[in-house]
């Protein structure tokens, strides 16, 4: 046999267990299990948690940062504690933090929402006075929120003095709701608030059959495509389904090591 043959096959062979091991760690499914963060349960795609995941386990706009009891996400600049997730539908039950702040439990200005994030339709909306004078909310009747600020639900403005009443604060801005009534049917404006509103997303989804195979979901920020991380490799949607395989043991190693590693190589760009 020829001896440069083999010292070439070595070689190949130590490269390319070498290369896997860094690799498959680095794209372990393991690591996008479904999280706990700030008592949020069962976290998994299209989120994920900054503090226990590495970044390819979700979308990098849904990166969840967990606080003692709650996991926030940052949407256009403006912090949000996440009340709940549906992932059947797609939404996302979320509460400015401001709200929860005390003496300043308002934010000073339009909360906005851009792609892949969009107000589900079925939100109402509470329109927020700062910086109003106490003089005023007395006259109209009205108990601020918290200091200067008064909550007044959209669509009331007939039943008081607006014209005044945009006069005499200093500046408005309109918060989403879920719904204007609680639990209590009180109408609580900061409770109603402190709810929350519904967002919905839309972003590249990652499909059952993954999962069903073994596999998580993933994101390759390379295509903005969601990705299945199964255990030989990274797949486009989701794992194959496993087979056996029989005879000489050694060639289908060395093959399958051979597919791996290129599937690493090329995996990513889709030429598989
Ligand atoms: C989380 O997932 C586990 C296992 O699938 C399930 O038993 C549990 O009820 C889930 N918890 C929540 C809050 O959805
Ligand atoms: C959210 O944004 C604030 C300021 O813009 C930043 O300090 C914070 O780290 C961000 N949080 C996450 C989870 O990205
Ligand atoms: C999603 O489903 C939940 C209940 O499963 C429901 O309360 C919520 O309104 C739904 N969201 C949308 C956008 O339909
Ligand atoms: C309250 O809001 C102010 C101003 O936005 C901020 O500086 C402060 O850190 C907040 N405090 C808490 C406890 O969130
Ligand atoms: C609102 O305006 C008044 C006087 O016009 C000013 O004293 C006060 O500081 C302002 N408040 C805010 C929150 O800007
Ligand atoms: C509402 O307030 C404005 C400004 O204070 C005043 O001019 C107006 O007469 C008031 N309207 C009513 C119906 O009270
Ligand atoms: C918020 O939006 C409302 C209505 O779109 C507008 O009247 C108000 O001036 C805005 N507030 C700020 C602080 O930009
Ligand atoms: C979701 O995003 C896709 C691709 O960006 C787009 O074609 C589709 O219309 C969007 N759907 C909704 C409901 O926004």
């Known amino acids: 046999m020829n001896h440069n043959l083999l010292l070439l096959l070595f070689f190949f062979f130590f490269f390319v267990l070498l290369f896997n091991a860094a690799f498959s760690d680095y794209l372990s499914p393991d690591s996008c299990k479904p999280q706990t963060c700030g008592g949020l349960q069962n976290i998994t795609y299209p989120f994920w948690v900054e503090q226990s995941q590495p970044s390819?386990?979700?979308?990098?706009?849904?990166?969840?940062?967990?606080t003692d009891d709650k996991a926030v996400l940052n949407?256009?600049?403006?912090?949000?504690?996440?009340?709940?997730?549906?992932?059947?539908n797609r939404s996302v039950l979320l509460s400015n933090t401001?709200?929860?702040n005390g003496s300043d439990?308002?934010?000073?200005?339009?909360?906005?929402?851009s792609p892949p994030f969009r107000l589900n339709p079925s939100n109402t909306y509470i329109h927020l006075f700062e910086g109003c004078g106490s003089s005023l909310t007395g006259s109209l009747g009205l108990t601020p929120i918290c200091s200067g600020v008064i909550a007044v639900p959209y669509d009331y403005h007939g039943s008081f003095n607006y014209t005044k009443l945009v006069g005499e604060c200093n500046y408005s801005v309109v918060a989403p709701v879920w719904s204007l009534d609680n639990e209590e049917g009180i109408h609580d404006y900061l409770q109603i608030l402190k709810d929350g509103f519904l967002l919905n997303w839309n972003t590249s989804t990652c499909i059952d059959e993954c999962l069903q195979r073994g596999g998580r979901c993933g994101y390759d920020t390379a295509t903005n495509n969601a990705v299945c991380l199964c255990e030989d490799r990274v797949h486009f949607k989701k794992c194959k389904a496993r087979s056996v395989s029989s005879g000489n043991i050694v060639l289908p190693i060395f093959l399958l090591l051979l597919d791996l590693q290129l599937s690493y190589i090329i995996n990513w760009s889709y030429f598989w």
Do not use: E, M, W
Request: proline letters at 5%.
């Open 56 to 66: 390819y386990c979700g979308v990098p706009n849904f990166k969840l940062s967990c």
């Open 75 to 88: 949407v256009s600049g403006d912090a949000y504690y996440v009340q709940k997730i549906f992932y059947n």
């Open 98 to 100: 401001q709200f929860f």
């Open 105 to 113: 439990c308002a934010p000073r200005h339009n909360l906005t929402f």
